[in-house]
T-cell receptor, first 114, second 114 residues
Framework: GNSVTQMEGPVTLSEEAFLTINCTYT??????LFWYVQYPGEGLQLLLK?????DKGSNKGFEATYRKETTSFHLEKGSVQVSDSAVYFC?????????????FGTGTRLQVTL | DAGVTQSPTHLIKTRGQQVTLRCSPK?????VSWYQQALGQGPQFIFQ???????QRGNFPDRFSGHQFPNYSSELNVNALLLGDSALYLC?????????????FGDGTRLSIL
């Protein structure tokens, strides 16, 4: 079956530091890949997505590139802010990404300090 | 434009009881998926409803059941509650007719079993 593996947290960074959160996946076919963010007490918000190999998703300074050869979708940001502190989830969908079920990783907590 | 709304926000039950959680999808969406998020874990897919029928189901026992109404809203029912059912229950909506569009999540219902 499908699975997603994320680096364990928590990740603690100083403001303006570079962020990488690793994500690898196992799936049949050509899944769509997503990063969701969850702030305390809230649901999940879509951060970015990529639907085919070599696509780069980007939003709010975050980027991730769909690498089929390494089955990876690592999240990066060049300069984090305190407001980026949250839990980040990597996820995949195996049917074009719209109405198919999502398979999530266990999440990576990011804490950014001044 | 209202997003996905869930009710109630919090709920406390005791073992053996039954519970019903409710979800209204984002305007224009016709598909509702339910996820269970245990503390410190990623969301796990429970099931998905479209055209008032269960279309996909995750690895959850029959104690978990659902319903979708003609207005696309949905309910999640859990019978014979166990301590392990304590979790954040997330509802996500999407539109079947659009490929590669992400699911939109509500803020969840936090269920505590005593």
């Amino acid at each position: 079956g499908n699975s997603v593996t994320q680096m364990e947290g928590p990740v603690t960074l100083s403001e303006e530091a570079f962020l990488t959160i690793n994500c690898t996946y196992t799936a049949t076919g050509y899944p769509s890949l997503f990063w969701y963010v969850q702030y305390p007490g809230e649901g999940l918000q879509l951060l970015l997505k990529a639907t085919k190999a070599d696509d780069k998703g980007s939003n709010k300074g975050f980027e991730a590139t769909y690498r089929k050869e390494t089955t990876s979708f690592h999240l990066e940001k060049g300069s984090v802010q305190v407001s980026d502190s949250a839990v980040y989830f990597c996820a995949l969908s195996d049917k074009g990404g719209t109405a198919s079920k999502l398979t999530f990783g266990t999440g990576t907590r990011l804490q950014v300090t001044l | 434009d209202a997003g996905v709304t869930q009710s109630p926000t919090h709920l406390i039950k005791t073992r053996g009881q039954q519970v019903t959680l409710r979800c209204s999808p984002k305007s224009g969406h016709d598909t509702v998926s339910w996820y269970q998020q245990a503390l410190g874990q990623g969301p796990q897919f429970i099931f998905q409803y479209y055209e008032e029928e269960e279309r996909q189901r995750g690895n959850f026992p029959d104690r978990f059941s659902g319903h979708q109404f003609p207005n696309y809203s949905s309910e999640l029912n859990v019978n014979a509650l166990l301590l392990g059912d304590s979790a954040l229950y997330l509802c996500a909506s999407s539109f079947q007719g659009l490929n590669n569009q992400p699911q939109h999540f509500g803020d969840g219902t936090r269920l505590s079993i005593l």
